[in-house]
């Protein structure tokens, strides 16, 4: 089976810099999906890492350690539409199925 | 280029009634899967349709039906509906080659009283 650990959590203020992190367990080689969703909203891709290493996206940083079953999104310069719900999803590399197993994930709330 | 289009927004129903969610995936994708997301939690995964079969299926029970259609827009059948189906029923769509990411829907509100 899968299973999956993000803080439930995080609370920060405008300007700064978060990292969400991810342990997840797979039976298989996965890469690492993150997704945003606002509250009332559909859940919108972020960011995959198939291999090790950091991807950057603009504000967005999302890291890979496949032996560590590990990865974290790093958010800098916060803004207040920054908060919302971070989903980490294990995803196979090579073509989407569209099964994809969330977690709780976890609330990012950013305080002026 | 329209993204993944759900209908209706939003549905009241009663017990034991029944439900058709609708689903038109976003153009040049040929699959789509259904995630019911209950309030505070992530989405669960229910089934995936491909060339119109289902492919996977997650632990939902049988009243948890579904269709896709040649176009490859998709339906999502509940029977039966117990308070416990209340939730926002997500739809998204990917590419099967490729490895691309799921684009979702906006979800519907269904809300069983």
């Known amino acids: 089976g899968q299973s999956l650990e993000q803080p439930s959590e995080v609370t920060a203020v405008e300007g700064a810099i978060v990292q969400i992190n991810c342990t997840y367990q797979t039976s298989g080689f996965y890469g690492l999906s993150w997704y945003q969703q606002h509250d009332g909203g559909a859940p919108t891709f972020l960011s995959y890492n198939a291999l090790d290493g950091l991807e950057e996206t603009g504000r967005f940083s999302s890291f890979l350690s496949r032996s560590d079953s590990y990865g974290y999104l790093l958010l800098q310069e916060l803004q207040m539409k920054d908060s919302a719900s971070y989903f980490c999803a294990p995803q196979r590399p090579s073509g989407n199925t569209g099964k994809l197993i969330f977690g709780q994930g976890t609330t990012l709330q950013v305080k002026p | 280029d329209a993204g993944v289009t759900q209908s209706p927004t939003h549905l009241i129903k009663t017990r034991g009634q029944q439900v058709t969610l609708r689903c038109s995936p976003k153009s040049g994708h040929d699959t789509v899967s259904w995630y019911q997301q209950a309030l505070g939690q992530g989405p669960q995964f229910i089934f995936q349709?491909?060339?119109?079969?289902?492919?996977q299926r997650g632990n939902f029970p049988d009243r948890f039906s579904g269709h896709q259609f040649p176009n490859y827009s998709s339906e999502l059948n509940v029977n039966a509906l117990l308070l416990g189906d209340s939730a926002l029923y997500l739809c998204?769509?990917?590419?099967?080659?490729?490895?691309?990411?799921?684009?979702f829907g906006n979800g519907t509100r269904l809300t069983v009283t």
């Open positions: 349709y491909y060339e119109e079969e289902e492919r």
């Open positions: 998204a769509s990917t590419k099967t080659e490729g490895g691309s990411p799921l684009h």
